[in-house]
């Protein structure tokens, strides 16, 4: 009987210990990762494309949050003191010009890579078809300035090949043990990105030249990408007054409009207002977006729907 029972306990005793070894080696194998910043939800795709198991992300603006308002949490800023890494888009989005000297103060360790070191960073000037729709300050009265640079680059699919690169670049720097596999799906996702601009170029070509209207200009980049010219209702962040929404009501039929693309995070009502007039339609195309392949081409096909329509 006793001798039983110490089998028992000795069997008891072996589970228990294999069960610890188990839990240490997958507490390890969770240490092990990398700890990555990202600031938006569509760099989140890149490096977990690239970076794949080795990675442990941590989105600054999570879903439904605007770049524009966003205040970083505690539990983020915990997490900013735990990780290695910090991908900025480094385009000027709002929340890293506002929070990123914080975020090096709780870190001061973290490694800062710029995914915007080969884009050029172009002026909300330049992404505006301009016809003077929106009212002026009357000391303004014969200007217009949209204000700073788009920070939008990631809206170009060439632009998120280039992001994209900057990613792989840096998860070998940091972590030289498994540059094969981020090789690897670097490459697959290369390829992913180069199918996605081919097919939406098909798409677009026969509409080179054209004007699309949206209410928040984060689409601009997307437009010099496909040759296209973006109409914004928004101007720096203001809604337009009755008189500006007359002048692009105006601009709308003399363009042809009859898709008024917006985004999630916004106020809606200058579109609806706008569409109504028009007899066109509000298309949600969010830039924030969590499936970048599945949003440019829908995107891309509303457009088409829209230019048929005009």
């Given amino acids: 009987m006793e001798k039983n029972q110490k089998i028992i306990i000795i069997g008891v005793i072996a589970v228990i210990l294999i069960g610890v070894v188990i839990l240490a080696s997958f507490n390890i194998d969770s240490n092990d990762k990398i700890g990555v910043l990202v600031t938006i939800v569509p760099q989140q795709e890149i490096v977990e494309v690239i970076?794949?198991?080795y990675v442990d992300i941590t989105i600054m603006v999570p879903p439904g949050e605007s770049p524009h308002s966003f205040e970083p949490t505690p539990?983020?800023?915990?997490k900013v003191a735990e990780s290695t890494a910090y991908f900025k888009v480094g385009s000027g989005v709002e929340f890293e010009v506002i929070h990123m000297d914080t975020i090096l103060?709780?870190?001061?360790d973290l490694q800062i890579f710029d995914c915007s070191e080969h884009i050029s960073v172009i002026s909300f000037d330049e992404h505006y078809e301009k016809e003077g729709h929106h009212e002026k300050e009357e000391e303004h009265e014969d200007e217009h300035d949209h204000g700073g640079t788009d920070p939008h680059i990631w809206t170009s699919p060439i632009n998120f090949k280039k992001m994209a690169e900057v990613v792989y670049n840096s998860l070998v720097e940091i972590d030289l043990d498994h540059q094969e596999e981020y090789y690897t799906n670097?490459?697959?996702y290369l390829s992913k990105l180069d199918n996605l601009n081919t097919n939406v170029s098909n798409l677009l070509e026969p509409y080179e030249g054209k004007s699309f209207m949206v209410y928040h200009p984060a689409w601009g980049y997307f437009?010099?990408?496909y040759n296209l010219k973006m109409i914004a209702?928004?101007?720096?962040?203001?809604?337009p007054g009755p008189a500006g929404i007359d002048a692009i009501i105006s601009q709308a039929k003399e363009e042809n409009i009859t898709v008024i693309f917006v985004a999630p995070q916004f106020?809606?009502?200058?579109?609806?207002?706008i569409a109504s007039e028009i007899g066109g339609n509000v298309v949600f195309a969010n830039p924030l977006m969590t499936n970048y392949e599945e949003t440019i081409t829908k995107l891309a096909e509303d457009m088409v729907t829209g230019f048929e329509n005009g």
């Fill in 51 to 53: 970076g794949g198991e």
């Fill in 75 to 78: 539990e983020q800023m915990k």
């Fill in 105 to 108: 103060e709780q870190n001061s």
């Fill in 186 to 188: 670097y490459q697959e």
């Fill in 223 to 225: 437009g010099d990408t």
């Fill in 233 to 239: 209702i928004e101007d720096d962040g203001k809604q």
């Fill in 267 to 273: 106020d809606t009502s200058s579109a609806e207002t």
